[in-house]
């Protein structure tokens, strides 16, 4: 898929569920990566890219429709701490969409993977490029003009890039949201909207509906939803956002597992199922997968949860 076929992402969208696909830190780790530098899986763009391409091919080959690219931790200002200068860095976000659609060839090349396959530019928050745990509190001090132009010019070059749609995600608190919004607009591709949530409001804690309301009348915006939280908060976010806005939702939590950001490791029980996946298509999800921890054989559920097996064969 390239830009132009951006309107037939929504199409599809409206036409069924996709299935995103897991994690990539978790996927990049198991393949031997160290990934404990501030760039986390972003680093990997400048210096081992194949391994991005491999990761997707992964999960692409487990049965998701969509890749969310290694763009979420990518930043000028990130890069710039490491010395990468802002051409370069614009080359990697770029080539960061460019990698997904690498590994969408590969698996349809020799018709091992049917359907036709999508690819989502990853715009993660402000607090992921300082790399502290802020994005799961937001609230940063920021106004929104400011946080506005710290997003625009990464989203214009990934937008520039051809992907079929712009991932703004694991955003904590409405002023983020409220910036996003107005950062997308113009670009010419479509955007979903995911908070990272805690219970029945935001990381923030602003009330869901509140947070939601804000992307119904966006016409960028062509789904809404969360990401990124525990499984169990996926239910009551759904029925939310999708009585708010009227529009598809996105919902693609952790394993369960809590990020300890000063240890930067995860700790606790996984409780991340595929028998959740057909009660949350029925309430209105139409992009479902996985974050962080979730790998491809939980993906591979998913598809099979929401296709009949004959369309998950590979």
Request: hydrophobic letters at 45%; proline letters at 5%.
């Amino acid at each position: 898929m390239t830009s132009a076929a951006a309107p037939s992402f929504a199409g599809a969208l409206s036409a069924g569920a996709l299935v995103l696909d897991g994690g990539m830190s978790n996927q990049l780790e198991s393949a031997g990566h160290d990934l404990s530098d501030e760039l986390w899986s972003a680093r990997l763009l400048a210096e081992r890219p194949e391994a991005i391409v491999k990761a997707h091919l992964g999960y692409f080959l487990a049965g998701a429709d969509v890749a969310i690219t290694s763009s979420y931790q990518a930043t000028f200002e990130g890069f710039a701490r490491r010395g990468i200068d802002r051409e370069r860095a614009a080359g990697l976000l770029a080539l960061s969409v460019g990698l997904a659609r690498e590994a969408a060839r590969r698996a349809r090349a020799g018709g091992v993977v049917g359907q036709p396959l999508w690819v989502a530019a990853s715009v993660g928050p402000y607090g992921a490029m300082l790399a502290d745990g802020s994005e799961y509190r937001g609230r940063y001090g920021l106004t929104v003009a400011e946080l506005e132009a710290f997003h625009r010019p990464r989203l214009e070059v990934l937008a520039a890039a051809g992907p079929d749609v712009l991932a703004l995600e694991t955003v904590p608190d409405t002023e983020e949201a409220a910036a996003l919004l107005r950062a997308v607009r113009g670009l010419g591709v479509p955007a979903w909207l995911s908070y990272s949530v805690s219970g029945d409001r935001t990381r923030a804690g602003q009330p869901l509906e509140e947070a939601f309301a804000l992307a119904a009348d966006a016409e960028e915006v062509i789904a809404v939803g969360v990401n990124c939280c525990a499984p169990e908060d996926v239910d009551g976010a759904i029925a939310t956002a999708a009585r708010v806005t009227g529009k598809p939702v996105v919902v693609y939590p952790n394993s369960g597992e809590a990020w300890d950001a000063g240890a930067r490791a995860w700790d606790g029980r996984g409780t991340f199922t595929a028998d959740r996946v057909t009660g949350w298509y029925a309430a209105g999800a139409r992009l479902v997968g996985g974050c962080c921890r979730v790998g491809p054989e939980a993906v591979t559920a998913v598809a099979r949860a929401l296709r009949p097996p004959s369309a998950t064969a590979r």
